[in-house]
């Protein structure tokens, strides 16, 4: 083995170790929505087709589409056994992607700091828990890292990566346009365009719309777009590495800097996510700490030490806030799935919004509140959980079960309909519904929290929407 070899693998080695014990502490985070894909893999490994619900029409209920079929191998004894496969899959992803970072580090000129860049990611909680959560984006960030090599096919892992992640096309445009040089520009910015736009072509094929449904369900909010970009840009380390000033720095440098910043206005369009530790970061964060790292090259270390401090302080105290929560979620939601499948038991349609664990407790046919995996709903006004539904809204008819969620420290009340409901949709179903024959069927913790499920069950006019 060459010596130049022997550097990149002494480099990726690092790199894994560095932040392999955040993968290991962060490995029981997951969320809701990586459910929601488990289930279409496995009604695929059923053979029902690209659907969430078993009757339901064929839906595009998955923003990187072809992770399902991915998973669809390993989702034939349910939803669950596709989650867990998704996490593992996840986190050997994330961890590869890391390794290409540290050998693309060893490449550079900058001693120390290639190491201290690795162990402000390793502090950090949002590639860890991410890549373990059972959602692409170990996947994304393994192609987004990829794409950093000076290869001419670099742009083509940019190109998959925007292809699963829309937010992230700016970045891997401005990749195109800035690294190459010359006529070599052209070809890279083809490259990267080609799998979103076959992407884009497939979901017009099949679900009649180009863009995931996930952005129809969930419209964008300037505001919260701008608080997530600033919020992320913070706490996740590397983008402290980008404060100036640049000084002359090499091209690469600035075209990598220059990329991690698009994506920051890219999120702030997009609206950012409500999901916590900072999901839409990860892909692009090998990005700015190799960028950061490289901007330091041939200047005076103090200020690159005092902007990583920063960064490591900032990505260390967001582990300590949100993962010994964080490394809960999975072992809680799996409770939360065993309790409340006795209480959906028999029922013939299920209304809620949180249908991810919803949907593993009950095979049975879900009506999701917030659209995400219902055109119909997604497209009606509101936020994704304040959909205005209408009374006399078709899909409302033969709901005989309804899985509510309660604001932060309050209990049912009696009448019930006087309860107050976290997500506005349900508030405004409760004011709907409130002359109909509705009882508590049960209530369920929502561990980590000061909430609570109520499964409610609807008979008399839901009998009679039926008919």
Avoid: C
């Avoid at 590869?96 to 050998?103: F, S």
């Avoid at 580090?105 to 909680?125: D, E, F, H, I, Y």
């Amino acid at each position: 083995m060459t010596a130049w070899r022997r550097e990149r693998l002494f480099g990726a080695v690092l790199g894994v170790l560095a932040v392999l014990p955040a993968f290991l502490w962060l490995w029981g985070y997951t969320v809701d929505d990586a459910l929601i894909t488990a289930r279409v893999a496995w009604r695929l490994a059923q053979g029902q087709g690209h659907r969430f619900n078993p009757s339901g029409p064929v839906v595009d209920a998955v923003t990187p589409l072809g992770f399902e079929v991915l998973l669809a191998p390993f989702a034939r004894e349910g939803p669950w056994s596709a989650l867990n496969a998704a996490r593992a899959l996840g986190a050997l992803s994330g961890l590869l992607a890391v390794g290409l970072l540290g050998a693309l580090l060893q490449a550079t000129s900058a001693g120390a700091r290639r190491s201290a860049g690795l162990v402000m990611l390793g502090l950090g909680a949002p590639l860890a828990a991410w890549s373990v959560s059972g959602m692409e984006t170990g996947w994304v960030t393994l192609a987004a890292t990829a794409a950093l090599f000076p290869t001419r096919w670099a742009p083509l892992g940019a190109g998959m990566a925007a292809a699963w992640r829309p937010e992230l096309l700016p970045w891997a445009l401005v990749l195109a346009v800035a690294l190459p040089a010359g006529r070599a520009r052209l070809p890279a910015v083809l490259l990267t365009l080609v799998p979103a736009l076959l992407v884009a072509v497939i979901r017009q094929l099949a679900f009649q719309r180009a863009l995931p449904l996930s952005l129809l369900a969930k419209p964008s909010d300037l505001g919260h777009g701008l608080r997530y970009a600033l919020g992320g840009a913070l706490l996740t380390g590397p983008y402290w590495l980008l404060l100036p000033p640049w000084g002359s720095p090499p091209r690469r440098a600035k075209a990598l800097a220059l990329a991690s910043l698009a994506h920051l206005g890219a999120l702030v369009l997009a609206g950012g996510d409500w999901m916590s530790l900072f999901r839409l970061f990860v892909p692009v964060l090998p990005t700015a700490l190799l960028a950061g790292v490289e901007l330091g090259v041939g200047r005076h270390w103090s200020w690159w030490a005092a902007k990583w401090l920063g960064g490591a302080v900032a990505a260390g105290v967001l582990s300590w806030h949100l993962g010994p929560v964080a490394r809960e979620v999975a072992p809680r939601r799996a409770r939360l799935i065993q309790a409340g499948a006795p209480l959906l038991t028999g029922a013939t349609r299920v209304a809620a919004v949180d249908v991810g664990w919803v949907g593993a407790a009950f095979p049975g046919e879900v009506l999701d509140l917030a659209g995400v995996t219902d055109p119909r709903v997604a497209a009606l006004p509101g936020d994704h959980t304040g959909k205005r539904l209408p009374t006399d809204f078709a899909p409302l008819r033969g709901v005989d079960r309804w899985v509510a969620l309660l604001a932060p420290g309050e209990a049912l009340r009696e009448p019930w309909w006087q309860s107050v409901f976290y997500y506005e949709v349900d508030a405004r179903l409760a004011g709907h519904w409130r002359a109909r024959d509705v009882r508590a069927r049960g209530r369920l913790a929502l561990e980590g929290s000061q909430q609570e499920y109520v499964v409610f069950e609807l008979g008399g006019g839901a009998a009679r929407d039926r008919e």
